[in-house]
């Protein structure tokens, strides 16, 4: 295993004019040049919207291909005490940042694009601290680590870091199909990631090395290179680890499960239910600001559905025979109604039989034992058969699949369940929405502020949604990403879309009350 660089203990430069900031080491991570890198850092303590006391700060959000001619110039805010994510994100936050002007950070599971890199967060250098291995220095705990990569205990790290006090130990992804991209974070993915981050972080606990139990997450974000950890007075090193032919390390996220016994299911949605089911950022808009079909709504419910059942089994690393038991104490409802339902599912997303065949027989083969097994047990093809051959659609509460797969709320929780969840954990949704209502309120309230000190800006007093969405957006506050967001606070503050005879809207007339 290489050691390229010296990372010893001697004293650092903390010179904080120092060009010590290592972008090369955040590109060797964020391989992905269309995603998105969120930056944080400390600062004063401060209450948020909810009332929650904060010692952190967003940022700004950079795209990888725009982060070495943007570095100068934002570096300035990065020297001590700040944070990246791990992994990236498909957009920066619709809004600017107040502390930065810039595009603000999203900080959600929901929103990433790809993943980039597994990771653990060793927590030693606290003397003061009683769990095993938290005395040890840094260097004391590199060394422990790399000696159980050489053992096989865990994979050989792709990068070692000191992070100031403990060491980051990251493992680079790549996608199975794409060997040259990052793999996409469906949930399910997601899920295998988690699975394979708590994976390392257990392996690491049990040889004595204290590895942050909570750092298994996708959201996490980790120190800045070359940045300084204001406690321990040092800055933070990131070193690159190659083979014995000068090559780095980079797994697939199945070769990594399979180094530390995860299971990991094979098998991915058909291609129309996916398209259903991934996130709003993924879909392409032809007619921006139009409203989508309503008769789809009932296929995206189906589509979710699919892959909430996706991810379900990969947590539960694939379904049981009837009447046996999960680790969290539900049993089994049975391998052929989970592959029943998985067909409906599939079949009201809209996805062609021969898909969804293919979909049924990946998890027909992950399941514990694989089925079929018995004889007299209907194939795959046979349970596709049946589903495909009537046109009634059935009705499923979320109630009722909550039961049949023991879907607990807790459980809905941790795998960020999109619909398979009792009510309690939808209403938290809902509760959550006054949130973006003061940001929908806000921005509206810039508008009217705006519009009444720039009254000829419209050209003649009169606004409509394309010059809201273009003159405005470039360096407001609150962008407007589409005609149809536009529209609505046009009409909320006063100015109402005047219709043609075929509902098209021809212009933004100046009502009496705008300004007001």
């Given amino acids: 295993m290489s050691q390229a660089q010296d990372i010893g203990p001697q004293a650092v430069d903390l010179d904080e004019t ?26 004063a303590p401060w209450i948020d919207r909810r009332g929650t006391q904060r010692n952190e700060e967003n940022l700004f959000s ?37 502390t930065t002007d810039l595009p603000d950070v999203r900080r959600k599971e929901k929103h990433l694009r790809s993943l980039t ?50 060491v980051y130990l990251f493992w680079l992804l790549r996608d199975v199909k794409e060997p040259e991209k990052l793999p996409h974070a469906w949930p399910e993915k997601v899920e295998l990631y ?12 049990t040889h004595r090395l204290p590895a942050d139990k909570a750092a298994i997450d996708a959201a996490r974000v980790l120190r800045v290179p070359g ?52 996130p709003a950022q993924y879909r392409k808009v032809k ?49 052929k109604k989970h592959l029943e339902l998985y067909a409906n599912f599939l079949r009201g997303s809209g996805a062609d039989p ?16 694989p089925w079929p097994d018995e004889p007299g047990d209907p194939t795959p093809q046979d349970l596709v058969a049946a589903e495909y051959a009537t046109d009634r659609r059935r009705r499923w509460s979320d109630a009722t699949l909550c039961s049949l797969l023991g879907v607990s709320a807790d459980l809905a929780r941790e795998l960020d369940l999109k619909t398979i969840r009792p009510r309690d954990v939808a209403t938290e949704a809902d509760q959550n929405r006054p949130l973006q209502a003061d940001m929908i309120q806000a921005r509206r309230e810039w508008l009217r502020e705006y519009i009444h000190a720039h009254p ?12 809201v969405r273009d003159a405005l957006s470039a360096f407001s506050p609150y962008p407007w990403q589409n005609h149809e967001t536009a529209n609505q606070d046009l009409n909320a503050i006063g100015y109402v879309m005047r219709r043609s005879r075929g509902g098209r809207p021809r212009k933004a007339l100046k009502s009496s009350k705008a300004g007001k």
């Fill in 117 to 166: 890199a597994c990771y653990a967060d060793i927590d030693c250098g606290r003397p003061e601290s009683e769990e095993p291995g938290a005395a040890l220095t840094w260097r004391q705990a590199q060394h422990e680590a790399e000696f159980l990569a050489d053992n096989g205990v865990i994979p050989q790290p792709s990068i070692m870091a000191r992070s100031g006090r403990g």
């Fill in 194 to 205: 988690k699975a394979c981050n708590r994976a390392l972080n257990e392996r690491l606990r």
């Fill in 62 to 98: 950079l795209r990888a291909d725009d982060l070495r001619s943007m570095f100068p110039s934002v570096a300035k805010w990065l020297i001590d005490d700040s944070y990246m994510t791990v992994n990236a994100y498909f957009s920066a936050a619709p809004w600017k940042n107040k």
């Fill in 354 to 369: 021969a898909a969804a065949l293919d979909a049924l027989r990946s998890m027909a083969a992950n399941m514990r034992p």
């Fill in 227 to 278: 940045s300084i950890h204001r406690a321990a007075l040092r800055r933070v090193r990131y070193v690159i680890q190659a083979d014995d032919h000068g090559r780095g390390f980079v797994y697939t996220l199945p070769e990594l499960a399979e180094a530390l016994d995860v299971a990991a299911l094979d098998g991915d949605l058909p291609d129309q239910t996916r398209k259903l089911a991934r």
């Fill in 456 to 467: 000829n800006t419209g050209g003649g007093g009169r606004w409509t949604a394309r010059k």
């Fill in 287 to 335: 007619n921006p600001g139009s409203a989508p079909l309503r008769s789809n709504s009932w296929r995206k419910t189906a589509a979710l559905r699919a892959q909430d059942l996706l991810t379900i089994s990969q947590a539960r690393g694939g379904f049981l025979k009837r009447g046996m038991k999960y680790q969290d104490g539900h049993t089994s409802h049975g391998r």
């Fill in 18 to 43: 120092a060009p010590a900031l290592d972008v090369e080491s955040i590109l060797a991570i964020h391989r992905d040049p269309g995603g998105y890198i969120g930056f944080r850092r400390k600062c």
